[in-house]
């Protein structure tokens, strides 16, 4: 299953789709997210929302990954300000997910649809100990590329 999305090969795009519509499956329904994401296929984008709003916790992160990097704002973002607006730590899901890995990807849709509005409530997850601190840093510079100050 990862080396189909470790492949080029847009072939393997109807073959993740049918993973990714398996909701009963997670695991592999979120590595079919991402493999989605990294070959660009925006035809997933029906079977990505709708991972995003029936799949399990990190399978929903990988999913709301995917939708921003291709622009779709709504669904990512809603679902980014819900799990940073979640009190910290926490374990997630049954697998106890740390809730730090949740919020780096929630950070990672910011980066890729936020905008200066944002930048305040993301700085204040600088230094917060984790890998989160760098994936925030990164968030900032991407909005601020894409937003420079007038």
Request: proline share 7%; charged share 25%; with cysteine.
């Amino acid at each position: 299953m990862t080396a189909l999305g470790g492949c080029a090969d847009t072939n393997a795009v109807p073959i993740l789709i049918t993973y990714l519509q398996d909701l009963s499956h997670p695991g592999p329904a979120g590595v079919a997210a991402e493999a989605l994401e990294k070959l660009g296929a925006r035809e997933a984008i029906p079977q990505l929302i709708q991972a995003v709003r029936g799949c399990d916790p990190l399978c929903t992160a990988r999913a709301a990954s995917a939708l921003s990097s291709f622009g779709e704002k709504q669904v990512s973002r809603e679902w980014a300000a819900n799990v940073l607006a979640r009190p910290e730590p926490t374990k997630i899901d049954v697998r106890s997910v740390p809730d730090w890995m949740f919020r780096q990807y929630a950070v990672r849709v910011f980066g890729d649809i936020g905008t200066r509005a944002d930048i305040p409530a993301l700085a204040a997850m600088k230094n917060d100990g984790t890998v989160v601190s760098l994936e925030v840093r990164k968030a900032i510079a991407a909005i601020e590329a894409r937003e420079p100050k007038q």
